[in-house]
């Protein structure tokens, strides 16, 4: 059996709310990374999908240590970088890259393209200057930019090819790992297809394995092996994307679906509409967190929190509508006396 490349367990990031008259005094904390376990196997791609706000990009940063954990494990290619420091992260740094979300405001503006591509090489201690040249220009023609465009500043592009930038940037220490977050969501449709194609070649040309963030279903089911679903910090469902699509099983999982556009005009289609805000991470509800909205809430689902198990093969969830672990084993183990006997 294979390692997982990325083996995220219990992970959680909150961050302090300070008051007082210093300003030093904790009033509360801000639970924007709530116990995630998971994995992402190696040349594969995970989609993370939720609501604005539910965790899923603290998350990636704090995977790439650009936050640091409040407490959990992450194992990078078997090794356990939780507690690494700055220094000691460099080593890992060239292996684990990401794609932000707004091309434009990553990009230093008073850099040209070529520096900052060339940026990661020097960072890492590339010190021939002309094989940092061939590199610089063979992953700009890789993802689609000229050399004349390489002496240019980032305003002077479009949005697709400021993104092809940021591609080429992530690119250019050939990662094993790269987190997209949100790559595309700020392109025209047009160009998001365009993105994702290209994306998609890489990944095949570098065996690159993705954390791919993302709001949007459909270039989540379009883009992606398998998905989780996040809400207020939390997985609630976690499954490969035909199960998901077909047979979600969480109550949060099901109205995400469900708002999905009609693939046919004669496809009958009920629209989950779910009641309520969604609540504040500094205060989140008892028991199930996702029970002030949803449609299926039992009295248990107030009080108890329920486990992330798996209900069907590789179909996690976290839901009192499922039987608990506990239950589950003992009906495996029955049905091995059955098949012994």
Excluded: W
Excluded at 19 to 48: H, M, P, Q, Y
């Amino acid at each position: 059996m294979t390692t997982p490349l990325l083996e995220v367990k219990q992970l959680k990031k909150y961050f302090p709310q300070l008051g007082g008259v210093t300003g030093r005094k904790v009033l509360s904390e801000v639970k924007a990374v709530d116990g995630v376990s998971f994995t992402v196997n190696r040349g594969e791609t995970l989609g993370i999908v939720g609501e604005s706000g539910c965790g899923k990009s603290t998350m990636g940063r704090t995977i790439l240590k650009l936050l640091e954990p409040t407490s959990g494990e992450i194992f990078f290619d078997g090794n356990d970088i939780t507690n690494l420091s700055p220094k000691e992260m460099i080593k890992y740094r060239k292996d684990m890259q990401i794609i932000f979300q707004d091309p434009f405001a990553s990009l230093n503006p008073r850099m040209k393209v070529f520096q900052i591509i060339e940026e990661p090489l020097i960072n890492f201690g590339v010190k021939d200057k002309e094989s940092r040249k061939r590199r610089v220009i063979e992953v700009a023609e890789q993802v689609g930019l000229t050399q004349a465009q390489l002496n240019r500043l980032p305003h002077e592009f479009s949005g697709g090819q400021r993104q092809r930038i940021g591609i080429a940037r992530a690119l250019i220490s050939k990662p094993k790992f790269i987190i997209a977050d949100e790559p595309v969501s700020a392109l025209d449709v047009s160009i998001q297809s365009q993105v994702l194609n290209l994306m998609r070649d890489l990944q095949k040309e570098y065996d690159l394995t993705y954390l791919f963030i993302s709001h949007d279903l459909s270039v989540i089911k379009h883009f992606c092996d398998r998905i989780g679903v996040m809400y207020l910090g939390k997985m609630v469902e976690l499954t490969d994307k035909n199960s998901l699509y077909t047979n979600p099983l969480h109550p949060y999982a099901q109205s995400l679906l469900s708002s999905l556009p009609k693939s046919h005009p004669d496809e009958k289609k009920e629209r989950i509409v779910l009641t309520g805000d969604v609540p504040s991470p500094s205060n989140p509800p008892t028991g199930c967190t996702f029970h002030p909205r949803c449609f299926s809430c039992m009295e248990v689902c107030k009080n108890v929190e329920p486990a992330f198990i798996e209900v069907e093969k590789d179909h996690f969830t976290s839901c009192h509508l499922y039987p608990n672990s506990a239950e589950l084993q003992n009906k495996s183990i029955e049905k091995e006396s059955v098949v012994h006997v």
